[in-house]
């Protein structure tokens, strides 16, 4: 019987899979394709009436206004598209100025020579872990506020020529702004909608339960670096609390009865009827217990 880890992405799949097979546990590592379809609602107009009439949404379009704003005070003929992101967004993310930007430091390290990729690996080592994940969040910012850019000029009929801009953003520009809210609300305002199909390689990953009730105290262990198999011991240790409460042979329906719930260390641990059904199975088919007809006991 087989227990279900999770996703990952190959290279972590690939890993954690060599982790537990180290450990004497059996792994499956199963490709699949997965589909996602995204929702987005929006409103489209001027500036102006949009402020109006969706009033109640005031945070958000004060957010807009400040894109705006900044957008018009860098905004020239020709300008090159690099520099008029960068200056736009050190008006709206001022706070970026104090740690190194992440697209010059991926450009040093895959364009650069030895020298530049070691001082940018120098440069990142300088970081705590929270603060590395602060720059992560401040670059997903970024790239959002820049494709926001990007959209307010295309609607508005700027285009982009030999890496400039040509074009000017009117007095009133034309916007298209998502709202992040749920269907019923959207229906109510009558929003516009779009959806988003994505297609990604998952990488499921399994692991033997049976091995790993065979090797848990090594996969407890391991529980203490690698966070994402504490699930499977979890599960392993769940199977074992059942074991212990199979002194004698008793009727299938009591025994299930008495493990449901199991309870450790005051946290409660709820198992299927079905779920269980499997477990029992597997357990008797690696001569954990035996079952006849209606009743189980304990293996020889």
Not at 11 to 35: C, F, N, R, W, Y
Not at 59 to 83: M, P, T
């Amino acid at each position: 019987m087989k227990v279900w880890l999770g996703d990952f992405d190959k290279l972590d799949a690939e890993e954690l899979s060599k982790i537990l097979e180290d450990l004497g546990i059996s792994t499956k590592v199963k490709s699949s394709l997965e589909v996602d379809l995204d929702w987005y609602y929006y409103v489209e107009g001027r500036f102006s009436e949009l402020k109006e009439k969706y009033s109640d949404f005031k945070e958000v379009f004060d957010e807009w206004g400040n894109y705006i704003e900044a957008i018009k005070s860098v905004l020239s003929e020709g300008i090159d598209i690099r520099e008029f992101e960068e200056k736009v967004l050190d008006i709206l993310l001022p706070e970026r100025k104090s740690v190194p930007s992440i697209s010059n430091l991926v450009e040093n390290y895959n364009g650069g020579d030895v020298l530049s990729r070691a001082k940018t690996v120098k440069a990142l080592e300088k970081f705590s872990e929270d603060d590395r994940l602060k720059i992560l969040e401040r670059f997903k910012k970024e790239l959002e506020i820049s494709i926001l850019i990007r959209n307010i000029l295309t609607l508005n009929d700027i285009s982009f020529e030999n890496g400039g801009i040509k074009g000017q953003l009117p007095e009133d520009p034309r916007l298209r702004v998502y709202m992040d809210i749920d269907e019923e609300a959207a229906e109510e305002l009558k929003l516009g909608s779009e959806y988003i199909i994505s297609l990604e390689r998952a990488n499921h990953l399994y692991a033997s339960l049976v091995d790993s009730i065979k090797n848990l105290d090594k996969l407890k262990k391991i529980c203490e670096e690698r966070t994402e198999l504490f699930e499977l011991y979890l599960a392993a240790n769940s199977v074992v609390m059942m074991l212990d409460k199979l002194k004698t042979e008793k009727k299938i329906d009591e025994f299930i009865a008495e493990i449901s719930p199991l309870s450790l260390e005051g946290t409660e641990i709820n198992i299927s009827r079905d779920a269980i059904k499997d477990i029992l199975h597997s357990l008797k088919k690696n001569r954990f217990i035996k079952i006849k007809g209606e009743m189980i006991a304990p293996h020889d």
